[in-house]
Structure formats: C-alpha cells, structure tokens
C-alpha cells in the first residue's frame, strides 16, 4: 500500500497544474493516470485543442514555473476582439481600454501539458501510470490491483469523472444539441491578433489567431451549431466536405479575413451545460470534472485552473490540526468557486439562449444591446475584466 498526503486523478492540464501546485506547496502529493507525453509539435504544425488562456490563468502558470517554459514562438496575444451578432451589432473590445497587454493568450493544450509533465517530474512527483478503479473505505484502487491511500483524493479525470461517480457526488448535466467543430484554417489577410465571433442565429463561430505558418496567416476555428448540422458536415466525404465548409465560412464571417482554407483535420464533440456537488468527505473536483459550460466564451480551462489555484489557496491555508480531506476545509472550497461558476454558467447559457431565440423583438434588442455596449468604456472595461479573468 502507498501513502501519500494528496492524491490527484487525472493526468491532464488541470491534473498536472494541481499535482505541481501541492508539490510545490509542501504536500505529499502522487499522480494517477496516464502517462504517455505529448511530443513536441514540428514547425508549422499545431495541435488541434487550443485554449483561450485569460490573464489570471496566465498569472496563475507564471507562478507555478511553467508560462516561461513553453516556446514564446507558438503563443498568440489575443489584443482585441470583434463580436458580431446576427443583425448588424458589434462589440469591439481592445486591451488598452484595460491598460492591459492582452485580452487572453491562445496556446497549444500539448505545449501547456509538455511543459507541466516536465515540471511535475523536476518536483518529483510520484507518479502512477494506472487508472483509477474504485474507491472504498477511503482506499483508492487502480486498475492494477493496487491500493493507494491519500487524506485527499482530487479529481481533475474529466467530464466523464470515475471519481465523481464513486464519491457519490451529485451532478447534473443538460445537453445543448450541439456540436462544436473544431479546425485550423489558412487565412488570405492577417488578422492582426484579433479574435473575431460571429453570433448567426443558429450558430456561434469563432476564429482565434494563431502564428503565421509558411502557408500564410492562420486561426483556430471554433463553430458550434446544431448537432444535426454538424453531423451532416462531419459525414462527408473529406474533399467535399472541406469545400463545403469553406463556402460556409466565407458566408458567416463575410470575407473579414478574406478566404478561408481548411489545413488541419475536422473534429467534433457535443456540448453540456453540467454541475456537480464538487466535494464529498476526503474528495473534491476541479475542473471538467466539476462542472461543464458553453464554449462561447473559451472560459472552460480558465474555470478549471482557477478551482486548481482556489483549492491550493485553501489547502495551503487550513488549521495544522485539520488534515487534507476534512469535509470542513473541502466546504471552503466550495463555498469559493460558487459564486464565479454560477456567474459563468448564468451568462454562457444566457447569452446562448438569448442568441438562439429567433423572435424579431428579441434579435432586434440584442443587436441593439451590442451597439449601446460598444459606445460605453466603462461597460467595455467591465466586459474585459470578466474575458481577462480579472
């Protein structure tokens, strides 16, 4: 049997981020979960996930080592953006409004996890390359038979969570009927560190920028629509598919990047609207874990590192006498990330509801609303604030 202060489930970037920050705070900590580490991409090649890293996420990485240790080259400063809606409204939102460098950064989920495994294994943490099984009388068991004893079990195992489920955690999940569409694109003009959104109605399309490669400029596209739509997209054949995918950008983001070519391959995943009870005695979640929202506002991971840093924050300041896993420090946990998850998961779901609503009165206040909005700094201030995570 193997003993250890914390245990973190799950090997992925809110895992990883966790498992260096108690390390890093003086706690026992091991690993579970797959080990196998992303290569380093070649040049001009980027991988297929990318993130919207806000600036408190940013912060957050500065301080457990590894924003420095990822290549400068393959980071993007998103210094403005440009939403549109579906009936002539505009929000444009810029930086310097805030007095800030950036809005967000768009980095690599292989370059943040590169760059964590890295870490985490320069601070020696143990590091159990299983999977998780059961959990019983406080032991966690893996799929190898052994047996792992922790004051704290964390788990950051995804949106699926194995350790959600043992806990007994309560967890609601809604689906959106909808898929989002992931691809990277070859972009005719450059889009000068601007991310650009599109609300059409039945969509929601995103390009985010991203380093020029030796084909030209290129971005991150980010489209969600009905599962139906996507499904049908998704099933063509490759070479028509791409076409028809081109035709359909071009028409959405009115040649504001000019033409549009796909160079990277399509993939789709469904979205949820979830939440969960997040901590039970000797357990608490971080991340997908956790809770799910709409990619809209690309605040997923910046959500999920965020409960990564507020429960290193109230683990490193609990009572000596109080171990890990007490149900009384876990509720200060909790009690943290309340208000911030239901803000988010209020205005995702809100402004999705808002845009699908197809009622001529209400498309005609939204737009309306995006116009006010684009004439008052103090709202714009506002408006970064919450995209920056600050």
Not at 74 to 102: C, K, S, Y
Not at 137 to 165: C, E, N, Y
Not at 287 to 299: E, K, M, N
Not at 341 to 363: E, I, K, N, Y
Request: glycine share 10%; hydrophobic share 50%.
């Amino acid at each position: 049997m193997s003993k250890a202060s914390v245990l973190v489930c799950g090997s992925g970037i809110a895992g990883l981020a966790a498992a260096l920050g108690l390390a890093r705070g003086g706690f026992d900590t091991a690993l579970i979960g797959p080990r196998a580490a992303p290569a380093p991409a070649p040049d001009d090649v980027y991988c297929p996930r990318v993130y919207a890293i806000s600036c408190a996420s940013q912060a957050f990485l500065a301080r457990l080592g590894v924003w420095d240790m990822m290549d400068a080259r393959r980071l993007t400063a998103v210094e403005a953006m440009e939403i549109h809606g579906d009936g002539g409204g505009a929000l444009n939102l810029h930086a310097w409004q805030a007095a800030q460098p950036a809005l967000a950064w768009i980095v690599e989920s292989s370059a943040m996890e590169y760059a964590l495994r890295q870490a985490v294994q320069v601070f020696g943490v143990t590091w159990h390359a299983e999977k998780f099984q059961r959990l019983e009388s406080g032991m966690v068991f893996t799929d190898t038979g052994r047996a792992l004893k922790a004051d704290l079990l964390v788990g950051a195992d995804g949106a699926q969570s194995p350790v959600r489920s043992a806990a007994g955690i309560p967890h609601e999940s809604r689906p959106y009927g909808d898929m989002g569409l992931v691809v990277h694109l070859n972009a005719e003009l450059p889009h000068q560190n601007v991310a650009l959104q599109w609300f059409t109605g039945d969509s929601i399309l995103a390009l985010l920028p991203l380093p020029d490669t030796a084909e030209g400029h290129q971005v991150s596209m980010v489209w969600s629509m009905p599962e139906s739509m996507a499904k049908e997209l998704m099933a063509l054949p490759e070479a028509r598919r791409d076409g028809v995918l081109e035709t359909r950008l071009a028409a959405a983001s009115g040649g504001r990047l000019g033409r549009l070519r796909v160079r990277s391959p399509l993939f789709g995943f469904p979205l949820f609207l979830e939440h969960s009870g997040m901590v039970a005695p000797g357990v608490a979640l971080v991340s997908d874990a956790a809770h799910r929202v709409h990619p809209l506002a690309g605040q997923g991971l910046n959500l999920g590192l965020a409960d990564v840093e507020e429960l290193l924050r109230v683990l490193g300041a609990k009572e000596a006498y109080r171990k890990a896993g007490d149900l009384r420090v876990l509720h200060r946990y909790r009690r943290a990330r309340a208000e911030p998850l239901l803000a988010m998961r209020v205005a995702t779901d809100g402004l999705h509801r808002l845009f699908a609503a197809q009622a001529a009165p209400v498309a005609w206040a939204r737009n309306a609303g995006m116009q006010c909005a684009d004439r008052l700094p103090f709202i714009k201030r506002f408006l970064i604030g919450g995209a920056s995570g600050q």
